[in-house]
């Protein structure tokens, strides 16, 4: 029941628990030992297999954080079975097509996740649909149960364990295929990379659908036989609740779930908490020097997707904002077009790059193509990952004289505007300062004449809150704002959109553009900027610039 001997599957992962007295699984209400952990999962396999018919042994889950999550994590496991975790920030004609897509032959999901599903056509008939708050299902279960846990004939380390959407904030959402080798090599590499123990007590709070979750912490603690505990969803209100209740020693966020904590009211004792460590990807630097102040604990931000890993070493050395050093040499930016290396980056005081043209390109890995296991019935998505022998991971990053590397956002995020390049990530860095501003996503929004002009969208407590003299004021007073980098529009929401793992979702913020019921401001004059309050005929008006000038068809006519 030790990490020391690296298993090659989820499934013998999970074997290497059964026994096991250790807590491995919590919530408020119950702990199960991992011993019992197995014996569930082994519960869930023998319905799961009843239940199989032909084609793929894909499990959808349409669940929040609950122990069925788990539970069915460990039967797939045992099974050979796939499991696909369904978003449910989804709807309607998006959450269909989805579904439709991944070839689910059964739903594991409960009565309000049946709500979300019972008006769309996903080609199951409902005895396809387990739903785990039926009193039925437990009687179900009973029928099911395992004397003694195993692995299915055939399952192994090349067993098709996770279809994962990636999260879809610039473009359209993918299903990642995911071995039960690859996630243990992560299982492994993450816990020597994190410090994960068997002592740890890891709080998951990011959705159990989505990879940080699975990779960062489920799967490290299954390796470590350490203590998961789960809560339904992430709220920035009941996070340190949760820790202290449980003595959490680690967690991970996502997004905007660092900057959702931030904007809570500091108490007097919020160092009073167990936490040691946390992971997470895409906070500001502001945000993580808060949360260190504040909570006492390490925060490690980290860089990687759905689709690949490993391409950052961590350096303690590191600069604010940097991710660490390449893992190898064969990790490089290059220009898209040319696949020529890009220069280093030169940067001043305030951490602008000063060459952004010849340094920011996109970070690639000219050995990882043979890492990547591909997407799920999409060839041309995988042949835009794989070409010329390299996995082009579609972000963007730069390396600084100094040999670290830097991420400068997705390649949707950049912008051209005036015939420069700018990075719509160092421009929301500097936004997150406001003290105001929980949230923000930038975009380019097309100019009536040609190229880009930069759209913000920053998520306030209260629309009142925002004062458009003021805002302009503290962009005025940002040395490391480029001038051609300034929002040109400015939206206030109390509630921006997300993914379903707290990533701002720019593509919907994109294709709405002023065109929105929140209050959007635009910069009008020269100069230092003055935002104006658009009405209802300034959208007409700007709309008709764009026919007098021919590019219609950027706004979708």
């Not at 045992?78 to 059964?106: K, S």
């Not at 090599?185 to 068997?198: C, D, E, P, Q």
């Not at 006492?296 to 980290?302: I, Y």
């Not at 990053?397 to 997705?410: N, P």
Request: charged content about 25%.
């Amino acid at each position: 029941m030790s990490a020391a001997i690296e298993r090659e599957s989820v499934a013998q992962m999970l074997m290497d628990r059964l026994g096991d007295g250790h807590p491995g699984l919590r919530t408020r209400e119950q702990t199960w030992t991992w011993d019992e952990v197995v014996r569930e999962s082994a519960t869930r396999s023998a319905l799961a297999r009843e239940l199989r018919r032909e084609g793929p042994f894909h499990v959808g889950v349409l669940l929040e954080n609950t122990p069925e999550f788990v539970f069915w994590l460990g039967g797939a496991a045992l099974a050979g079975a796939t499991i696909v975790g369904i978003n449910p920030t989804r709807r309607g004609v998006e959450l269909e097509a989805e579904v439709r897509y991944v070839d689910c032959q059964l739903i594991v999901t409960d009565h309000a996740g049946m709500q979300l599903l019972s008006e769309l056509d996903l080609g199951l008939d409902r005895e396809r649909f387990l739903l785990v708050d039926e009193p039925g299902y437990r009687d179900l279960l009973g029928q099911h149960t395992v004397d003694t846990p195993a692995v299915d004939a055939g399952v192994d380390a090349s067993s098709l364990f996770l279809l994962l959407f990636t999260s879809g904030t610039t473009g359209t959402s993918k299903a990642v295929r995911c071995s039960q080798g690859r996630l243990t090599r992560l299982a492994y590499a993450n816990s020597r990379k994190y410090g994960h123990v068997r002592e740890d007590v890891d709080y998951c709070c990011m959705p159990l659908f989505h990879g940080n979750a699975l990779m960062a912490l489920w799967a490290p603690a299954l390796a470590n036989g350490a203590t998961v505990c789960l809560t339904p969803k992430f709220t920035a209100s009941g996070f340190l609740p949760d820790v202290r209740f449980f003595g959490a020693t680690f967690f991970t966020y996502v997004g905007k779930a660092l900057a959702y904590l931030m904007a809570t009211p500091e108490q007097p004792d919020d160092r009073d908490n167990t936490l040691v460590r946390g992971f997470g990807t895409e906070a500001s630097p502001e945000d993580r020097a808060e949360f260190v102040r504040r909570f006492g604990a390490e925060l490690f931000e980290g860089y990687g997707s759905s689709e690949g890993a490993g391409s950052v070493t961590l350096d303690p050395t590191a600069p604010e904002g940097a991710l660490g050093r390449p893992a190898s040499e064969h990790i490089a930016i290059v220009d898209p077009q040319t696949c020529a290396d890009k220069d280093r980056a030169r940067v001043d005081e305030h951490g602008r790059v000063l060459n952004p043209d010849e340094a920011i390109g996109e970070m690639v890995d000219k050995a990882g193509a043979g890492k990547f296991e591909g997407y799920y019935k999409n060839e041309d998505a995988i042949a835009e990952r794989i070409r010329h022998g390299w996995y082009w991971t579609g972000d963007l990053g730069y390396i600084d004289e100094a040999g670290f590397i830097y991420f400068a956002g997705r390649k949707g995020d950049w912008i051209r505007v005036d015939g420069e390049n700018t990075s719509a990530l160092m421009i929301e860095r500097v936004l997150r300062r406001h003290p105001d501003v929980i949230a923000t996503g930038v975009y380019a929004v097309p100019d009536p004449r040609s190229g880009d002009q930069v759209m913000a969208a920053v998520e306030m407590e209260r629309l009142e809150e925002f004062d458009p003299a003021e805002f302009a004021r503290f962009l005025a007073e940002q040395d490391d704002l480029g001038t051609k980098a300034a929002p040109r529009f400015v939206r206030v929401s109390t509630n921006l959109p997300v993914t379903g793992s707290n990533k701002v979702l720019k593509r919907q913020l994109q294709g709405e553009r002023w065109h929105t019921g929140d209050p959007v401001f635009r910069w009008v004059g020269r100069g230092v900027p003055e935002y104006v309050l658009m009405t209802d005929a300034d959208k007409e008006t700007l709309d008709d610039e764009f026919a007098v000038h021919g590019r219609q068809r950027f706004l979708g006519v």
